[in-house]
């Protein structure tokens, strides 16, 4: 007798049906507003408390089946992973406004504009008009690879709608090619994929809200492939790129650094530093080369991001909290975007500056609890390469959640390949929690600013995300490489 088989799980079917619910609010916010444009374009309040209660509905479908992925891993991941990408490819720009800041950006490079140094071409960009009033007056901060990828965008001559297809079968055709490649490569590894590629942050924060972090990931697992497969000097070279779309991806070449040295082997590690020091610069010179305008190419943006106020962070929400002890009051979230940006810095800029120095001490810790580990000979019971994935992985979310000034749900995906190689108990904890609450602190984009729940929305998400940040912090970072006291293989899921 023929065991009849449903062509998904219903873990998969919630996750694909949450997608799809977040995918069809973005289209009625676009038929609610009339236009493309996030920032500044808000639809009318009771239109905004339907669509926020129906994003929760789809969330929490979509995380609950990504949960139960995680759980139980699909041994056959491929046909809901190609059918989640289907979905988000539908899906419109309505938690962030920064696809028409890459737009701009890659228009304005194409006309032959430097977009590094100085703003003033960009109000001849088409897609200006698009660009939020927050950003509008902001250098390109995102790498060459970045804006390689978006020069394409040059060819919509200002139709947002061309701008986004356009966009969308650039990036899409190698983001395919690289997960059938992972599905190949690393079809032993089930959990992998339900990590990355059933994310369902990463689904609608990549994909579907089109963030340059998307190239990043592609990036790092393409190089991850490679990696694998002893070619080192290419996996160097598109680590390097991982790096130059987005700044986050740094810490990954902790893994590519360390990966495939044996523990008897360590005396090669500064000649393999070496090497990848030499790849790195050379890809950031034939990548650089286009866009090159002297130094300023380079440190404009650096400069810029660190004279961005806090956003998102620790630093932000406790810089609230010691302005509201202060004055019984916080900065209004109707107040126009420049005036609020400089009240906050002028009221907050000093706690700011001692809450970083007390976020960047506590980072160091970790690095100096967690990068000795990796690197001396494993303990009994802990593969060495299980080890440094899980390292590097934790460097990462330290990094960006901790020591950041500034965070968004969509920095995550630089640390999902290396979670999906290794991620103990706790950490597939904290990953259930943190996706569940980082995405929804930017459901606060389809309510007008003058409304009451924009302000207790953004407080109460912003809060729990911050919360859920030092959560299990013993666990996640004090014990490494501890692993719950079980050697690693003992608890990985099985697949379907």
């Known amino acids: 007798m023929v065991r009849w088989r449903p062509l998904s799980s219903r873990d998969e079917k919630r996750l694909l049906g949450g997608v799809a619910i977040v995918t069809a609010c973005s289209w009625a916010r676009f038929l609610a507003t009339g236009s493309l444009r996030v920032d500044q374009n808000y639809p009318p309040?009771?239109?905004g408390y339907v669509l926020l209660a129906t994003l929760v509905v789809g969330w929490a479908l979509a995380v609950r089946g990504w949960r139960g992925l995680l759980a139980d891993p699909p041994a056959r991941p491929r046909r809901a992973a190609f059918a989640a990408l289907g979905i988000a490819a539908f899906m419109l720009p309505m938690l962030s406004n920064d696809l028409f800041s890459v737009l701009s950006y890659g228009s304005a490079a194409a006309a032959g504009h430097d977009v590094y140094a100085t703003t003033a071409s960009l109000r001849d960009s088409p897609f200006y008009p698009f660009v939020g009033e927050r950003w509008n007056q902001t250098a390109c901060m995102y790498g060459p690879t970045t804006l390689l990828a978006a020069l394409p965008a040059g060819l919509a001559r200002g139709n947002p709608w061309a701008g986004l297809f356009i966009l969308r079968f650039v990036w899409f055709v190698p983001l395919a090619l690289t997960m059938e490649l992972s599905f190949r490569r690393l079809g032993d590894r089930p959990f992998y994929h339900a990590m990355v590629w059933l994310n369902p942050l990463w689904i609608v924060v990549g994909p579907?809200?089109?963030h340059a972090d998307l190239l990043g990931l592609v990036a790092v697992t393409l190089g991850i492939a490679f990696h694998h497969a002893g070619k080192l000097r290419a996996s160097f070279a598109i680590y390097a790129a991982a790096v130059l779309a987005k700044y986050s991806f740094a810490p990954a070449g902790l893994w590519f650094w360390l990966s495939g040295v044996p523990p008897t082997a360590r005396r090669h590690l500064a000649s393999r530093l070496a090497m990848m020091g030499v790849v790195f610069a050379a890809v950031a010179v034939v990548l650089y080369a286009p866009f090159w305008a002297g130094p300023a190419t380079i440190t404009g943006p650096l400069r810029d991001l660190a004279r961005m106020n806090p956003g998102g962070s620790i630093t932000e929400v406790l810089g609230i909290v010691?302005?509201?002890?202060?004055?019984g009051s916080v900065t209004p979230p109707d107040m126009a975007v420049q005036a609020a940006v400089d009240l906050d810095r002028a009221t907050k800029e000093s706690s700011w500056r001692i809450v970083s120095w007390i976020t960047r001490i506590v980072f160091l810790v970790i690095v100096a609890r967690v990068v000795p580990a990796m690197v001396r000979r494993p303990a009994a019971g802990h593969d060495p390469e299980r080890t440094l994935a899980l390292g590097t992985g934790v460097v990462t979310v330290a990094l960006l959640t901790i020591a950041g000034h500034r965070f968004q749900s969509w920095y995550l995906p630089a640390a999902l390949p290396f979670f999906g190689l290794a991620c103990p108990d706790v950490w597939r904890r904290w990953w259930t929690a943190v996706v569940a609450v980082a995405v929804p602190v930017d459901f606060a984009c389809v309510l007008e600013r003058s409304s009451a729940v924009y302000p207790a929305w953004g407080a109460v998400t912003t809060g729990a995300l911050v919360v859920v940040f030092v959560l299990w912090f013993k666990g996640r970072y004090?014990?490494?490489?501890?692993?719950?006291?079980?050697?690693?293989?003992?608890?990985?899921?099985a697949a379907r």
């Open 45 to 47: 309040r009771s239109i």
């Open 208 to 210: 579907g809200q089109m």
């Open 322 to 327: 010691v302005q509201f002890l202060r004055t």
């Open 478 to 493: 004090l014990r490494f490489p501890d692993d719950d006291g079980a050697p690693p293989a003992a608890r990985a899921p």
